[in-house]
């Protein structure tokens, strides 16, 4: 059964973000261009093209662990993750779970390049919409804030794949909103959105395009 977690929602509410002087600067679509080419900018460059320097300093175990007792994960169990970035939520379940069998794709060829030595090998370039893998190829296959990148088609066919590659589980997560307000300061402080919707609007679509694993919003409050 389909059920609306909180493994991002605790880590998200620890990082203060001023919506307004996002927009004040006045050159925000120029940096939404440049963070949309995820390179250096986006990842390590200037806080106005996106993270301002991501850097592992171990924020992800704690999602990890949940990941774990959540789905059972073992050492026999397959990850995937899609739009896995640097890949630290990997290197976390790997150092958690000695032996388990990992997978991350990503369009970012920085992202991959910057990851952490143990799990490089196992990460790959790749799209969310053409996953190279074989049918019921993973026991769980996740996606952290990555589908509202895509435009309503693309994410029709990403979520498809998704559904595709996994044997068992799933879980994605995606930025969302509730209110007004919550609606305004989303559009602030998005680089990369294509797709704004509410969680009725995502269910929906979740159910239209076949995926029927877990998911979370996460919302600018």
């Known amino acids: 059964m389909r ?6 929602t605790p ?4 990082t203060h973000r001023d919506y307004v002087a996002r927009v004040a600067r006045g050159d925000k679509a120029g940096c939404a261009e440049i963070a949309k080419q995820f ?5 390590d460059g200037d806080r106005k093209y996106g993270y301002g320097g991501y850097h592992y300093d171990g924020r992800w175990a704690g999602v990890a662990t949940s990941m774990i007792r959540h789905y059972g994960l073992n050492a026999s169990s397959r990850v995937l993750d899609v739009g896995c970035g640097k890949a630290f939520l990997l290197y976390e379940i790997m150092q958690q779970v000695p032996g388990i069998r990992v997978a991350g794709v990503d369009i970012s060829e920085y992202g991959i390049e ?13 799209r969310a919409e053409q996953l190279e893998f074989e049918d019921k190829s ?3 296959v996740i996606s952290l804030t990555t589908l509202h990148n895509l435009l309503v088609f693309d994410l029709a066919t990403a979520l498809g794949e998704i559904a595709r590659v996994t044997n068992k589980e799933a879980y ?4 969302s909103y509730r209110s007004e307000s919550e609606k305004a300061n989303l559009l602030a402080w998005q680089l990369t959105c294509q797709s704004f919707y509410t969680p009725e609007e995502w269910v929906w679509m979740y159910e ?7 998911y979370e919003f996460i919302y600018f409050e």
């Open 3 to 8: 059920e609306n977690l909180a493994f991002l």
């Open 172 to 175: 994605v997560a995606v930025e």
């Open 39 to 43: 390179g250096r900018d986006y990842w």
């Open 114 to 126: 910057n990851a952490r030595l143990e799990v490089r090998p196992f990460l790959r370039g790749g």
């Open 11 to 14: 880590l998200h509410k620890k």
């Open 138 to 140: 993973f026991d769980l």
């Open 208 to 214: 239209r395009f076949g995926y029927a694993g877990d």
